[in-house]
T-cell receptor
């Protein structure tokens, strides 16, 4: 079975802090994704990566950056957290050329 | 613009009753279609998917979905709902041949189950 893990289930941070959200997958997938989920808005794509050191902006990249130094790990970075970044963050991965994404359990981030 | 619509934000059904969750998409070609389920506080779990072939697809947990090209729909059904089915359900599409296979999600339908 594909396993996607996220480093934290819950995080509480202060406004202005730098925040790192980590995602690791164990199936040698080339493509990885970061989404945020907000009530009534569904899931929105922040960034994705289709290979090591490669990244592409999704629909809502503002205020975020990402890092993909190793194939299995995809990090989402909030350079200076703000209260409007309080949300549920979901990571996913898939094999290149495949269509099915596999999701991690999510990180619920609260920015005070 | 390409979109996925789930018209029902919240549905309540009685345990044992049948269920249908609606999903419509707006694309010129037939996309790849998915239903995911999210239990409270959890990530998304794939219920089923349609790529081609038989338009009625079976998934996990007793769910099925039917692709209707003429209606651009991919509705999710279950003949008898269990209390453990209470969750949020997301329909999603990937464009056929999309270079990076990016999912486009509907906004979700929250299912509540009455005893």
């Amino acid at each position: 079975d594909v396993k996607v893990t996220q480093s934290s289930r819950y995080l509480v941070k202060r406004t202005g802090e730098k925040v790192f959200l980590e995602c690791v997958q164990d199936m040698d997938h080339e493509n990885m994704f970061w989404y945020r989920q907000d009530p009534g808005l569904g899931l929105r794509l922040i960034y994705f990566s289709y290979d090591v050191k490669m990244k592409e902006k999704g629909d809502i990249p503002e205020g975020y950056s990402v890092s993909r130094e190793k194939k299995e790990r995809f990090s989402l970075i909030l350079e200076s957290a703000s209260t409007n970044q309080t949300s549920m963050y979901l990571c996913a991965s898939k094999i290149r050329g495949g269509e099915t994404q596999y999701f991690g359990p999510g990180t619920r981030l609260l920015v005070l | 613009a390409q979109s996925v619509t789930q018209p029902d934000i919240h549905i309540t059904v009685s345990e044992g009753a049948s269920l249908e969750l609606r999903c419509n998409y707006s694309y010129g070609a037939t996309p790849y279609l998915f239903w995911y389920v999210q239990s409270p506080g959890q990530g998304l779990q794939l219920l089923l998917k349609y790529f081609s072939g038989d338009t009625l697809v079976q998934g996990i947990k007793g769910f099925e979905a039917e692709f209707k090209r003429s209606q651009s729909s991919f509705n999710l059904r279950k003949p008898s709902v269990h209390w453990s089915d209470a969750a949020e359900y997301f329909c999603a599409v990937v464009l056929y041949g999309g270079s990076q296979g990016n999912l486009i999600f509907g906004k979700g339908t929250k299912l509540s189950v009455k005893p």
